[in-house]
T-cell receptor, first 113, second 112 residues
Framework: DVKVTQSSRYLVKRTGEKVFLECVQD?????MFWYRQDPGLGLRLIYF???????EKGDIPEGYSVSREKKERFSLILESASTNQTSMYLC????????????FGNGTRLTVT | DQQVKQNSPSLSVQEGRISILNCDYT??????FLWYKKYPAEGPTFLIS?????DKNEDGRFTVFLNKSAKHLSLHIVPSQPGDSAVYFC???????????FGAGTILRVKS
């Protein structure tokens, strides 16, 4: 069974801090994704990666960056956290087969004060 | 502008009855559609999908219907069970979809 692990369930950070959210998958999936979930807005794609060191912007990349140095690990970086980045962050992975479903981690609830 | 819309924020159904969750989309390039279920404190889990070449796909108690001309899909759960109480997200992708676009979600409550 696919396992996607997010390193923290809850994080509280201060405005202006640099924040790292880590995600690891154990199924050798090529593709990894970062979404944020907000009430009334559903899940919105921040960034995704289809291979090591490769990344593409999603729909809301502003204020975020990502890093994929190893196939199993995909990191989301908030360069200077702001209160409007308070949200639930969800990491996901999927294999290379066409239309294979996303497998999500349990999420990181980030609060920026 | 949201390309995938779930216009009902919540739905309440009696145990044993049918639950119908609806989803509309605006992008005619979408060719693959999925439903995900999410319990509190867990990530979304894949439930069922349908390709645009079909108009129905069934998996046990779950059936998804696609009406391409109306750009509408629906998820039917029969019979509904209390364990089905969760948030249901509709999602769509285009061109062999590496990007999934999600709706805002519908909270389903199944009352026993």
């Amino acid at each position: 069974d696919v396992k996607v692990t997010q390193s923290s369930r809850y994080l509280v950070k201060r405005t202006g801090e640099k924040v790292f959210l880590e995600c690891v998958q154990d199924m050798d999936h090529e593709n990894m994704f970062w979404y944020r979930q907000d009430p009334g807005l559903g899940l919105r794609l921040i960034y995704f990666s289809y291979d090591v060191k490769m990344k593409e912007k999603g729909d809301i990349p502003e204020g975020y960056s990502v890093s994929r140095e190893k196939k199993e690990r995909f990191s989301l970086i908030l360069e200077s956290a702001s209160t409007n980045q308070t949200s639930m962050y969800l990491c996901a992975s999927r294999g290379g087969r066409t239309n294979s479903p996303l497998h999500f981690g349990n999420g990181t609830r980030l609060t920026v004060t | 502008d949201q390309q995938v819309k779930q216009n009902s924020p919540s739905l309440s159904v009696q145990e044993g009855r049918i639950s119908i969750l609806n989803c509309d989309y605006t992008n005619s390039m979408f060719d693959y559609f999925l439903w995900y279920k999410k319990y509190p404190a867990e990530g979304p889990t894949f439930l069922i999908s349908i390709s645009s070449i079909k108009d129905k796909n069934e998996d046990g108690r779950f059936t998804v219907f696609l009406n391409k001309s109306a750009k509408h899909l629906s998820l039917h759960i029969v019979p509904s069970q209390p364990g089905d109480s969760a948030v249901y997200f509709c999602a769509a992708s285009a061109e062999y979809g590496n990007k999934l676009v999600f709706g805002a979600g519908t909270i389903l409550r199944v009352k026993s």
